[in-house]
C-alpha cells in the first residue's frame, strides 16, 4: 500500500507506537526525536510516498547538513523499526520493507578518541574530593559508582533506594535498565560502597524522592528530585579537569572500569555482563587492550616434549 504526505497523522501515532514500547526513557526520547525530525523533514518536502528511496534521500539530506556518522546511523535504526510496523499493519507491503533493510550506513569504529585512567587516576581523582561539603560528598560518590560499577550516565541518573540490594553476601545494584531495555545486576566494589553509604547519610534528610542521587543548590537545599545526565557529564569533566588536569568523560570511567578490572583478572564475560553489553566484541574494544608477546595465551599451556 502506498503512502502519501496525507498520512502524515497516521504516522505520528506510530511514533507513539513504537516509541511508548521502549521502558528506557533515554532511547524513548532519542527515537521520538529522530523520528520527529524525519516526518517534519518528510511532511515539509511533500513527498509522494514512503520507501527505501525516500529514506536514503533523507539519511543524504542528513549528511549533506553535516549531522554526525552516528546520528545517521542511529537514525537508520529508529526508521527500520518504523517501517517494521507499518509493514505489520499493511501499511507497506513485504518488498518496500525488505528494501529498506538493504541500506547499509555503518558507525564509523576507532575515530573517537578514547580515554582510559589508570588506577593511580582514578584514586587521585576520588581522595582529591576527600572534602565534607555536600556536593563533594555526593560527586565522589557519583564517580565511584562509574568507575568502579561501569554505569551509564543516564543509568546512574535513574538509580534508586530500593535498587541497592544484597546478593551473596555483598551490596549489588539490582535491575539496572540499560540500552535495549536489557537488565542487569551489578556488584559494587567496597570502596565504591564506603562512598556511597557515604552519600546516602549526608543526604538522609535532604533527599526530595527515591532516586538516590539528586541535584543540589548552592545554599545545599536539594533541587530537582533526580540528577540529569548532562550534570553528570558536567560533573566529571569539572572534576577531572581540576584534579588531573585533562577532561574526562563519564563514558570514559566506564572504559576505565572495564580495562582495569579486565587487567586485574575480571573474567572477560563477566565483565560484559557488568557493562550490560550484547556482543562481546563491544566489550572488547572497551578493554582498548595492544596485543602483548611478551606474555602469550599458548605459554600457558604446559606441554613437555
Not at 510516498?49 to 537514525?75: C, F, P, Q
Request: net charge positive; hydrophobic share 40%; with cysteine.
Amino acid at each position: 500500500m502506498e503512502t502519501t504526505s496525507e498520512t502524515v497523522p497516521a504516522l505520528r501515532e506510530m511514533v507513539n507506537s513504537v516509541t511508548n514500547r521502549l521502558q528506557n526513557q533515554n532511547s524513548r526520547q532519542s527515537y521520538r526525536s529522530a523520528l520527529e525530525k524525519f516526518l517534519a523533514w518528510y511532511s515539509a518536502a511533500g513527498h509522494a510516498a514512503l520507501d527505501a528511496a525516500i529514506v536514503r534521500e533523507y539519511l543524504l539530506y542528513l549528511e549533506n547538513s553535516g549531522k554526525a556518522r552516528g546520528t545517521i546511523a542511529t537514525t537508520l535504526s529508529v526508521l527500520r523499526q518504523l517501517f517494521k510496523d507499518l509493514r505489520r499493519l499493511g501499511t507497506i507491503n513485504e518488498k518496500t520493507y525488505r528494501d529498506l533493510l538493504e541500506i547499509r550506513f555503518r558507525r564509523p569504529r576507532g575515530q573517537r578518541l578514547r580515554t582510559w585512567l589508570t588506577l593511580a587516576e582514578v584514586q587521585e581523582l576520588l581522595q582529591g574530593l576527600l572534602r565534607d561539603r555536600i556536593h563533594d560528598v555526593r560527586d565522589r560518590a557519583i564517580l565511584a559508582l562509574l568507575a568502579g560499577c561501569g554505569l551509564r550516565r543516564f543509568e546512574l541518573c535513574g538509580l534508586r533506594l530500593e535498587q541497592m540490594q544484597e546478593a551473596q553476601g555483598r551490596l549489588v545494584i539490582a535491575n539496572i535498565r540499560g540500552k535495549g531495555d536489557r537488565q542487569r545486576t551489578v556488584a559494587v566494589p567496597t570502596w565504591a560502597g564506603k562512598c556511597l553509604e557515604e552519600w546516602l547519610a549526608a543526604s538522609a534528610e535532604l533527599r526530595p524522592g527515591a532516586f538516590i542521587f539528586f541535584s543540589i543548590r548552592r545554599n545545599g537545599t536539594p533541587g530537582s528530585a533526580s540528577i540529569t545526565p548532562q550534570a553528570v557529564r558536567d560533573i566529571v569533566a569539572r572534576h577531572s579537569r581540576e584534579l588531573l588536569g585533562k577532561q574526562v568523560l563519564p563514558h570514559d570511567l566506564r572504559r576505565t572500569y572495564a580495562q582495569l578490572a579486565y587487567k586485574a583478572g575480571a573474567d572477560l564475560r563477566q565483565v560484559q555482563l557488568s557493562l550490560g553489553h550484547s556482543s562481546i566484541r563491544t566489550t572488547e574494544i572497551y578493554l582498548g587492550l595492544d596485543q602483548d608477546f611478551a606474555s602469550a595465551p599458548g605459554d600457558l599451556l604446559e606441554i613437555s616434549l
